[in-house]
């Protein structure tokens, strides 16, 4: 009887220390879950909405934007919540909330602008460093076809 027992309490033993073993793996995956959701979900988005409420922040008059149900329109009037918008052909106002305003399509404009204009810049120095190593080896060239005929 004393084999028995001793059988059982080693047992008992064995499965609890398991089952604590695989508490912790699932409370480890679960934070990691949370992590990843983080980083790929909830991040981007808090980010993004920073970007829009800074845009919202700096409309200015005569900006063209866009409102969250598509209509295209330009800023003739900023109020504290509200914005009148201009669109159509006859001219016609719409008074519309701040939140509203999805894109402001000027902004948009300037900043393709002024990354295209950094991005020229190089690439004419990378197209000018092609063409001087052409030159160069032309110029090798010459230098040594004349250097062979005298």
């Given at each position: 009887?004393?084999?028995?027992?001793?059988?059982t309490l080693l047992t008992s033993?064995?499965?609890?220390?398991?089952?604590?073993?695989?508490?912790?793996?699932?409370?480890?995956?679960?934070?990691?879950?949370?992590?990843?959701?983080?980083?790929?979900?909830?991040?981007?988005?808090?980010?993004?909405?920073?970007?829009?409420?800074?845009?919202?922040?700096?409309?200015?008059?005569?900006?063209?934007?866009?409102?969250?149900?598509?209509?295209?329109?330009?800023?003739?009037?900023?109020?504290?919540?509200?914005?009148?918008?201009?669109t159509g052909g006859d001219r016609?106002?719409?008074?519309?909330?701040?939140?509203?305003?999805?894109?402001?399509?000027?902004?948009?404009?300037?900043?393709?602008?002024?990354?295209?204009?950094?991005?020229?810049?190089?690439?004419?120095?990378?197209?000018?460093?092609?063409?001087?190593?052409?030159d160069d080896s032309k110029s090798?060239?010459?230098?040594?076809?004349?250097?062979?005929?005298?």
């Amino acid at each position: 009887m004393s084999t028995a027992t001793l059988i059982t309490l080693l047992t008992s033993d064995t499965s609890t220390t398991t089952s604590t073993a695989y508490g912790w793996s699932s409370i480890i995956w679960m934070v990691l879950i949370l992590v990843v959701f983080y980083f790929i979900l909830i991040r981007p988005q808090r980010k993004k909405d920073k970007q829009d409420a800074e845009m919202r922040k700096n409309l200015q008059l005569g900006d063209e934007v866009v409102t969250a149900g598509g209509i295209v329109g330009i800023i003739c009037k900023i109020e504290e919540e509200t914005v009148v918008i201009e669109t159509g052909g006859d001219r016609s106002r719409l008074r519309v909330r701040r939140w509203a305003i999805s894109q402001n399509l000027d902004a948009e404009k300037e900043a393709a602008a002024q990354k295209n204009a950094k991005s020229a810049p190089a690439k004419d120095k990378k197209k000018d460093k092609k063409s001087d190593k052409q030159d160069d080896s032309k110029s090798g060239n010459s230098s040594s076809d004349s250097e062979t005929k005298k």
